[in-house]
């Protein structure tokens, strides 16, 4: 049945295209959305540990059509993340099957250009990295020897469909006129989708956050990214809680999550400092900026209870920042260590969180908030012991304040 969707779908999209509209009534259409997905989920091991979805395009028919098979902990869209997927190249000839990634997250860096390209073929290689050992386990002998690893060539002519090839990470391509059984098919889907199994529960497998961070972390070190704090305003007291909302740096279920925190923390506290230091040498500041001390990287306190020592350009004292990082738009609740909390109690308005969001973008804002233990006292948030969890919503009660 898969086989005769796959050639159905191959041989008839082209003429479905020539109505450049898409058609929710097209059976094109429902093969995409309906008849395909369904046939692969009845295949698909721990099928509920997975999204299927398929694509003819938004409102105009797009040139590579996709279905695609989404692990939950991983992404449910084709933007971001890897996946497996099948892709239909314009040219019609063939049929490829791939575990590819989603490219949109470095358009998001770079613009629809080589340089987003580039980096999702370096992001593709990260992957192929993990998945290239585990092959010999999951993929039998004559599958193996049809997989292509890495870059396929673009799929269509449109920044998009070249994209669909530079991020491939492992593929198999079927031609239309040699189709192999449907039984055939169905197996090698199934393997791919056991390695992607094998890929989502290794520990080695970057996330999704950890492929951009790195990214970001690399590009801006060799200077094709200048990301640099513009948008900075005092701290607005939240209307109310909202636990759904990424909340910087707080730790996640798994150590992959937790590794790309840091790696947001860490770029979080690099655009503070330099922020932190071109404010002063804007302000003619110069020798206090070359005194600003990020503790990260200090021979002496390297843990003190903040991660940056800053001064006043005004009055040149100094002041304590602890920095929280989010990829997110919103911080509405982070976590403090014991030493950070007992720090932010002491020193008052000296000490201060630096709230920064949209850390992996070009223009990330920053948020500041002096005295955080003034306004937990105020109600402005609140404190559980447990967790050390400070969130912020206005009129919070004071809960469990050490």
Known sequence: ??????????????????????????????????????????????????????????????????????????????TAGYYVVWLLPEDRRSIILALGLGATQFAELYGENRKALDAAGR???????????LLPEVFPPELLARTVEGE???????????????????????????????SQIEADYVAFINL???????????STDELVVDEVVAATHAGTLTPSIQDVRDFTPRLRPN?????????????????????IGDLGETLVLEF???????????????????????????????????????????????????????INEIVLTTKEWDAARRHGQRYRLYLVTDVLQTSPKLEVLKDPAQLVEQ??????????????SKGAPVENVP
Do not use: C
């Not at 395009?57 to 797009?62: H, R, S």
């Not at 992607?196 to 970057?206: D, M």
């Not at 636990?243 to 790696?263: C, D, E, I, M």
């Open 1 to 78: 049945m898969l086989r005769d969707q796959l050639l159905q779908l191959a041989t008839g999209f082209e003429a479905y295209r020539r109505q450049v509209r898409v058609d929710k009534h097209h059976a094109i259409h429902r093969l995409l959305q309906k008849d395909i997905p369904e046939a692969l989920k009845a295949i698909t091991p721990n099928a509920d540990a997975f999204k299927l979805d398929g694509s003819d395009g938004l409102a105009n028919v797009t040139a590579v059509p996709w279905v695609a098979t989404f692990h939950r902990e991983v992404t449910v869209s084709a």
């Open 123 to 133: 992001a593709g290689i990260k992957v192929l990295s993990v998945a290239k050992p």
């Open 152 to 182: 396929l060539p673009p799929l269509g002519k449109s920044y998009e469909h070249k994209a669909y090839g530079k991020a491939a990470v492992l593929s198999v391509r079927y031609l239309i006129d040699d189709l192999p059984s449907s």
């Open 196 to 206: 992607y199994q094998r890929l989502v529960s290794s520990a080695l497998t970057p």
């Open 243 to 263: 636990r759904h909302t990424n909340s910087g740096t707080r730790s996640g279920p798994t150590k992959r999550y937790s590794k790309a925190s840091k790696k």
């Open 276 to 330: 932190l230091r071109n404010e002063l040498r804007r302000l003619g500041k110069s020798e206090l900026a070359d005194r600003v001390v990020w503790h990260q990287e200090s021979e002496i306190e390297r843990t003190p209870g903040w991660d940056i020592t800053a001064y006043d350009p005004a009055t040149e004292e100094s002041f304590f920042v602890e920095v929280k990082a989010s990829q997110g738009t919103t």
């Open 379 to 392: 109600g402005g948030a609140s404190i559980t012991v447990e967790s050390w969890a400070l969130n912020f």
